[in-house]
């Protein structure tokens, strides 16, 4: 993303977000996720939790990654709703 996108994106993830939670069961599917994630990492022995870590920080990325498309997505869905969608009559040439 440029710089511009990347700010808009950062606000986005920073300030409004999160009152997107609620209605669509984030914190719902954290805590079930949490709850597995604990119960799985009490039975590994140290060495699988460190393959663990780095597979939770794989999926970290990738989760960031598919909200930075979907943010992009949204926003060009949103210019292309911004656009004429019949033939426009063709505006005469300035006399000047």
Known sequence: MDKLMQSLFNYITDCTLEKYYE?????R???ERDAI???????LPP????E????QR?????????????FLASFDQ???M???????????????
């Not at 209605?23 to 914190?27: I, K, L, N, Q």
């Not at 994630?37 to 039975?43: D, F, H, V």
């Not at 060495?47 to 460190?50: D, N, P, S, T």
């Open 23 to 27: 209605p669509t069961g984030v914190w």
């Open 78 to 80: 949103i210019i292309a």
């Open 37 to 43: 994630g604990r119960a799985l990492w009490e039975q």
């Open 82 to 96: 911004h656009l004429p969608h019949c033939p426009q009559p063709a505006v005469p040439a300035s006399p000047l």
């Open 58 to 70: 794989a999926y970290d990325r990738a989760q960031m990654a598919e909200l930075e498309a979907m």
């Open 52 to 55: 663990l870590e780095a597979l």
């Open 29 to 31: 599917y954290w805590a």
């Open 47 to 50: 060495e699988q939790k460190q």
